[in-house]
């Protein structure tokens, strides 16, 4: 079987490549504004109203015109998945993962050109574009493999006298809600993962990053997925999204986005919902144990990314305190920390606390913002209403502790552009400290000892990413056993997590801990049956 191998990021210093970006950046200007149906059943759907994707580096810029369905598009989107899934189960796992591989193909193959519609149309610059775009590839690729591993028999204790086969089968109709910060690599690991184990889709994406899903789909409608199996709906959240979620034939959902977002989806998967056409019925009875037709008959399965209020601890024995000052801006700055793993806290010992202020507010300060197609280290944030919130967040910042440096809209650019923040004398408990703002804006809070650094460090509702520098090995034991994270980095930044290198996903507020990109994801999409038959031993006949 193949080995997987990450792919590797291009070389951004490269004038040649660098070059070649920034040019197709400009050249993509001219596609701006074209409209994109939606593709129900393999059919191109056009709605009255419309959802435009906007640049955020300038808003002007329309970079699509998509549609927005209701319910009656979401109901036929459901239908045809659900037709679509009694052939693609029995489609083979190899042809399954061909699709995945030779998309994973098409994608390398136009890589400049879809780098710069994620650039143009969730304002990431160079390299972040190019880390979503090769993590989507690693998700292809590696799902392709493990489809593979999961469709042989799986191992059992064999009984004299049986012949017993373990085996997985894939769940049903999956309703795929990605989020707008991933828009390409999670869109596709978690659309990927749903149909190379045989299910069939209803891909929801955000309403701010549409073309990237666009994107996929319009690949693997290109290389002749079958009808119904993958179902690109664009579509109002508050009309269709509840609808598909509670929908009877809806057999699981794989979101990743905000807590409160999440926790509802969770809520409705809950509830066993009766099919619409007989909703009238008033013999609930009847809706529950009657025609299996017109009833749901599963526990729908959600498997959930929530986000997360991520710490990174610098110990008082730091092995370099200018490394770890590095990795904390990094780690804070990256796409705007519009990162559900971007770190938002950092709690440094007392000890080097006053050093390390001042090693970071030089550090951020040398930070340019601008346009993200000129490579900006700091580009946009995705859109009005997350500007709006994070400045209020920052005002609340103002009044809870002192601020370091930043704090304000950046003037003379068009977009939603804002300053590097830090704020220093955090409280533990102070709202900027709990509270997942999404934005560049980090609180520094000061702890007494280690001992304190990792109680602040779990003192909040998530549990996703965090990060320790520290050059004592017994601290790093004790991280290890008591910081309650889902993934956990040591004298390194706490975001860049690689496929199948460190399987991502977090505890408590912050999911399911699904753990994209792991040797286990796979089977959230699927479920065991067990096939055991007797021996019969046929008498000689005399």
Known sequence: MKVFKNND???????VIFSKQKRANQLLKSQFGKEYPNK????????????????????????????????DDAEIAIQAAAAAFESWKNVPVRKRAEFLTKAAYEIRRNRVEICSWMTA????????????????????????LEAKRYAKLQPLTQMKNEINKYFYIPLGVGVCIPPWNFPFAIMIGITAAALVTGNTVV????????????LFSDIMYKLGLPDGVLNFLVASGAEAGDYLVEHPKTRFISFTGSMEVGLRINELAAKAS????????????HLIYGDVQHRQIWIKRVIAEMGGKDTIIVDSEVEDLDVAVADVVASAYGFQGQKCSACSRVIVDAAVYDEFNKKLKLAVEKLQVGDPTEDYKIG?????????TILEYIEIGKKEGKLLCGGTKVAGLPGYYIQPTVFIDIDPKARISQEEIFGPVLAVIKSNNFEHALEIANNTIYGLTGAVFTKNRDKIELATNQFHVGNLYFNRKCTGAMVDVHPFGGFNMSGTDSKAGSRDYLMLFQQGKLVSEKVIKQRKIK
Not at 203 to 214: C, F, G, N, V
Not at 274 to 285: E, I, K, R, S, T
Request: charged share 25%; glycine share 6%; with cysteine.
């Open 274 to 285: 009766p099919m619409p056409d007989v909703q009238h019925l008033a013999d609930v009875g």
């Open 380 to 388: 946009p944030v995705i859109s009005a209403k997350a500007e709006k």
């Open 121 to 144: 149309e969730s304002g990431k610059n160079f390299i972040e574009a190019d880390g979503d775009l090769c993590e989507a590839v690693d998700f292809l690729e590696f799902y392709a």
């Open 9 to 15: 990021l291009l070389n951004w210093n490269d004038i």
């Open 40 to 71: 129900i059943n393999g059919q191109d759907v056009f709605t009255k109203n419309k959802t435009k994707s906007l640049n955020p580096a300038n808003p002007e810029e329309v970079v699509g015109i998509f549609q927005k369905s209701g319910k």
């Open 203 to 214: 891909l929801k994406p955000s309403s701010e990053t549409p073309m990237m899903a666009w």
